[in-house]
């Protein structure tokens, strides 16, 4: 069954970096989505991606974030200057669209910024 | 602000017992509600309704949404320790646009021991 993987699966990272996060979507899907989850909290929405544009983000995406589809199968999700408060578990998510109105989650990346 | 509140926020049962798990919402202009049980990491789909009324049923697990009263309900019957996991309630707005982002309520953390 196809699913949406993520790498990396956990990320250590100095305040103040770059990290990017990768994430494929399952393959015949056009909404991509990235939520995060800070430890013990809930699962937050930060933007959502659809024909090579942001179509949604929420007040947590600030300038410090920016996603990007650079290939047909690859969505990245990058945070120039990392910070301590950035730290969560990131999932990544898909859609089908038209019929399919579920998300599906990836595995998430835990970020940690020390 | 659309708005999803999980309860119980924990539950304890024996392997067996049948739960009822609930998700009440507020949300501008609904278009639909998805459970999603959460284990290790990734969130993963279980159902998503949109009309009132209806079951929608899978296994052991079943759900029903009413769209009048604001709430949906997750019933599993003869648990098993499998069972264990956070349970989540997520709603979708119809806002312009497809989007379709959700928002999650803190989620239900099911315990069934053996």
């Known amino acids: 069954e196809p699913e949406v993987t993520q790498t990396p699966s956990h990320q250590v990272t100095q305040m103040g970096q770059e990290v990017i996060l990768r994430c494929v979507p399952i393959?015949?899907?056009?909404?991509f989505y990235w939520y995060r989850q800070i430890l013990g909290q809930k699962v937050e929405f930060l933007v959502s991606?659809?024909?090579?544009?942001?179509?949604?983000k929420s007040e947590i995406f600030d300038d410090q974030f920016s996603v990007e589809r650079p290939d047909g199968s690859n969505f990245t999700l990058k945070i120039r200057s990392t910070k301590l408060e950035d730290s969560a578990m990131y999932f990544c998510?898909?859609?089908?669209?038209?019929?399919?109105?579920?998300?599906?989650f990836g595995p998430g990346t835990r970020l940690t910024v020390t | 602000e659309d708005k999803v509140v999980q309860s119980p926020l924990s539950l304890v049962v024996h392997e067996g017992d049948t739960v009822t798990l609930n998700c009440s919402y507020e949300?501008?202009?609904?278009?639909?509600l998805l459970w999603y049980k959460q284990e290790k990491k990734a969130p993963t789909f279980l159902f998503m309704l949109?009309?009132?009324?209806i079951e929608k049923k899978s296994g052991r697990l079943s759900s029903i949404l009413d769209k009048k009263e604001l709430f949906s309900i997750l019933n599993i019957t003869a648990t098993q320790t499998g069972d264990s996991a956070i349970y989540l309630c997520?709603?979708?707005?119809?806002?312009?646009?497809?989007?379709?982002?959700?928002?999650f309520g803190k989620g239900t953390l099911l315990t069934v021991n053996p």
């Open positions: 949109t009309s009132s009324g």
């Open positions: 998510a898909s859609r089908k669209g038209l019929a399919g109105n579920e998300q599906y």
């Open positions: 997520a709603v979708s707005p119809r806002s312009g646009g497809s989007n379709y982002k959700l928002t």
């Open positions: 949300v501008t202009n609904f278009r639909s």
């Open positions: 991606f659809y024909n090579n544009e942001i179509s949604e």
């Open positions: 393959s015949n899907h056009l909404y």
